[in-house]
Structure formats: structure tokens, C-alpha cells
């Protein structure tokens, strides 16, 4: 297994100043499924059982409000076609 060094969230070249990288769209949605499995860890670890908000979810993987809904709308189809119809 080869070791990558590490990823450093801040950038501190002079011409760009300081900036977190947690805002940047690119990277956190590179990172959803990581931000959401910690989440979700997190939660497990903790014994918290109760009902997560979306706004509250959402808030911490660092998505938009709609992102659950549109998350849902895309694996409708997918969940349907399994689904034989009656």
C-alpha cells in the first residue's frame, strides 16, 4: 500500500490568501459519501437514534437544502424498474 501525504483544507500561498476548502463546490462534492458515512458513524457511535432534519443533515455534509429530494428523485426510477408491476 503506498502512503499519499496528507491533504491540507487551507491554502496559504500569498496570492490566494487563506482559503477553506470545505467551501469549495468541486471538493465537497467529491467528498459527499465520506462527509455522510462520518456523519452517520458519528451518530451510530454516539447511540443518537432520533430522527435526523434534512435541513440539520444537510447542514452538516455541506449540501443544499434540496439535496436529499434530488438525491430521492434520482433513485425513484432506479427503485421502480425492481419494483414488478401490480
Known amino acids: 500500500m503506498t502512503k499519499e501525504p496528507a491533504t491540507d483544507t487551507l491554502s496559504d500561498t500569498p496570492e490566494k490568501g487563506f482559503i477553506d476548502i470545505t467551501t469549495n463546490k ?27 432534519e434534512t435541513t440539520e443533515l444537510c447542514d452538516s455534509i455541506g449540501v443544499s437544502r434540496g439535496y436529499v429530494h434530488t438525491v430521492l428523485q434520482s433513485v425513484k426510477p432506479k427503485f421502480e424498474s425492481l419494483i414488478p408491476p401490480i
Open 26 to 52: 468541486e471538493w465537497v462534492n467529491a467528498q459527499i459519501d465520506r462527509l455522510l458515512a462520518w456523519e452517520l458513524l458519528r451518530r451510530e457511535l454516539t447511540c443518537d437514534v432520533s430522527p435526523v
